[in-house]
């Protein structure tokens, strides 16, 4: 019977581990993704914690909000997306040196950029490549096609 009882509470354990992650919302629904959709995040979630800026950077996550571009200057194509539960990104993806990037709410996006820290979760843009090489070249992967 003792035996039992240890089988059991290792049973729920291991399920009470098992347990899926919040997932972000959209208008208060939990938007639908797969597990893909928040990996390889690891370096933005300590860039926040450590709030660090101004580094080269990779993840993926889901587009939660669609911004107005902000024309102020060289345009740029502005969207938000959640890498997890706790981290919302803002992405400043500049039009003049790549096109605009057809998205919805509920896409799941890879990116490469350059993170600046803000207390929001952070800032992504050199999301595209450097005319002058000054930045690593960087883009959004979005429906299987590269925009740089």
């Known amino acids: 019977?003792?035996?039992?009882?240890?089988?059991?509470?290792?049973s729920l354990a291991l399920c009470a581990c098992d347990q899926p992650k919040?997932?972000?919302?959209?208008?208060?629904?939990?938007?639908a993704?797969?597990?893909?959709?928040?990996?390889?995040?690891a370096a933005l979630e300590d860039a926040?914690?450590?709030?660090?800026?101004?580094?080269?950077?990779?993840g993926s996550g889901v587009v939660t909000q669609l911004l107005p571009d902000d024309n102020n200057g060289s345009p740029h194509q502005r969207f938000l997306v959640s890498i997890n539960?706790?981290?919302?990104?803002?992405?400043?993806?500049n039009l003049d040196l790549s096109s605009h990037i057809p998205l919805q709410v509920g896409d799941e996006i890879s990116f490469s950029g350059e993170y600046?820290?803000?207390?929001?979760?952070g800032i992504v843009h050199w999301t595209h490549r450097d005319p002058k090489s000054?930045?690593?070249a960087g883009?959004?992967?979005?429906?299987?096609?590269?925009?740089?």
């Open 22 to 31: 919040q997932l972000p919302k959209v208008n208060g629904e939990p938007i």
């Open 48 to 58: 926040y914690a450590t709030q660090k800026s101004d580094i080269q950077v990779s």
């Open 33 to 41: 993704v797969t597990s893909a959709a928040f990996k390889n995040n």
């Open 1 to 10: 019977m003792k035996n039992l009882v240890y089988v059991l509470l290792f």
């Open 134 to 136: 000054q930045h690593m």
């Open 116 to 121: 600046v820290y803000s207390p929001k979760g």
């Open 85 to 93: 539960a706790k981290q919302t990104l803002l992405f400043a993806h």
């Open 139 to 148: 883009w959004v992967l979005a429906h299987g096609k590269k925009y740089q």
